[in-house]
T-cell receptor, first 114, second 113 residues
Framework: GGIITQTPKFLIGQEGQKLTLKCQQN?????MYWYRQDSGKGLRLIYY???????QKGDLSEGYDASREKKSSFSLTVTSAQKNEMAVFLC?????????????FGPGTRLTVL | QQKVQQSPESLIVPEGAMTSLNCTFS??????FAWYRQHSGKAPKALMS????GEKEEGRFTIHLNKASLHFSLHIRDSQPSDSALYLC?????????????FGKGTSLTVIP
């Protein structure tokens, strides 16, 4: 088995501030994802990465940057925090091969913007 | 642009009931279909997935796919209070190598003892 760790668990920032969320996985998975979940609703894809140094934009990428410098880690930066993006940010990973497309999720980072 | 919609938005059922959750998608090139369950305050966790038309059963859970109708569903037999959660459907396509997933907004299920 493996685990996905997200830090911090809670992140409080000021409007306009640049904020970074981090994700680590020890599954040795190829693909990693960042999703945003607003108030108990569905997941919207922000960025994903199929290998180290690869970045693919999702439908919600505007206002965010991402970085995948190592296979095991994937970071997300909110470039200028806005009050309407208070949400839970979920990181996920999955293997890239073998027909198993199940995604494994981390516990999330809850973002509050003051 | 893939659109994934779930119905109903919320559902309350008594313990022991059969529960049916629905998911429709817009892109006929979709090839992979999955259900995830998210208990309150927890991470989503995969429940079941299917590629081909038809049914797949695992314990109390059955997934049914009809690609021609752009529809798949999750049926929970003998629903339990521990099944109370947000259920998310997800769809992926071969043209993204199954890397990009589209999720619905979820169905909130409450099972009353």
């Amino acid at each position: 088995g493996g685990i996905i760790t997200q830090t911090p668990k809670f992140l409080i920032g000021q409007e306009g501030q640049k904020l970074t969320l981090k994700c680590q996985q020890n599954f040795n998975h190829d693909t990693m994802y960042w999703y945003r979940q607003d108030s108990g609703k569905g997941l919207r894809l922000i960025y994903y990465s199929i290998t180290e140094n690869d970045l693919q934009k999702g439908d919600l990428s505007e206002g965010y940057d991402a970085s995948r410098e190592k296979k095991s880690s994937f970071s997300l930066t909110v470039t200028s925090a806005q009050k309407n993006e208070m949400a839970v940010f979920l990181c996920a990973s999955r293997t890239g091969t073998g027909g198993d497309y199940e995604q494994y999720f981390g516990p999330g980072t809850r973002l509050t913007v003051l | 642009q893939q659109k994934v919609q779930q119905s109903p938005e919320s559902l309350i059922v008594p313990e022991g009931a059969m529960t049916s959750l629905n998911c429709t998608f817009s892109d006929s090139a979709s090839q992979y279909f999955a259900w995830y369950r998210q208990h309150s305050g927890k991470a989503p966790k995969a429940l079941m997935s299917i590629f081909s038309n038809g049914e797949k059963e695992e314990g109390r859970f059955t997934i049914h796919l009809n690609k021609a109708s752009l529809h798949f569903s999750l049926h929970i037999r003998d629903s339990q209070p521990s099944d109370s959660a947000l259920y998310l459907c997800a769809v992926s396509m071969t043209n993204t190598g199954y890397q990009n997933f589209y999720f619905g907004k979820g169905t909130s299920l409450t099972v009353i003892p």
